[in-house]
């Protein structure tokens, strides 16, 4: 089994930062694509930024330019670097990691991090 476990979430006034990390353990070969989703109240999950082992980032565009992901694979971790806070930004937010393990490839959800981003 792996396990993903998010921390760095808060309350932040509009215009702040925050930064999340996502730490793996448990059973990894390897971890291919780590990622960070979101879901708002009432609202569905969304996809905010994705990378692969070899650096490779994309971000969805209602946070480009204002977040960055990155990732530490000498600790299996993935972090998101959240700048320019917005309130619309507040939700819960998930990494997801697609890991190489036992018995084989499959993807594993954090339990999720809450950031509430006052206007």
């Known amino acids: 089994q792996v396990q993903l476990v998010e921390s760095g979430g808060g309350l932040v006034q509009a215009g702040g930062s925050l930064r999340l990390s996502c730490a793996a353990s448990?059973?990894?070969?390897?971890?291919?694509?780590m990622g960070w989703y979101r879901q708002a109240p009432g609202k569905q999950r969304e996809y905010v930024a994705l990378i692969t082992s070899t650096g490779f980032t994309n971000h969805a565009d209602a946070v480009k330019g204002r977040f960055t992901i990155s990732r530490d694979n000498a600790k299996n971790t993935v972090y998101l670097q959240m700048n320019s806070l917005k309130a619309e930004d507040t939700g819960v937010y998930y990494c997801?990691?697609?890991?190489?393990?036992?018995?084989?490839?499959?993807?594993?959800w954090g339990q999720g991090t809450q950031v509430t981003v006052s206007s």
């Open positions: 997801k990691a697609l890991v190489d393990g036992l018995p084989g490839a499959r993807d594993y």
């Open positions: 448990g059973s990894i070969v390897r971890i291919r694509n």
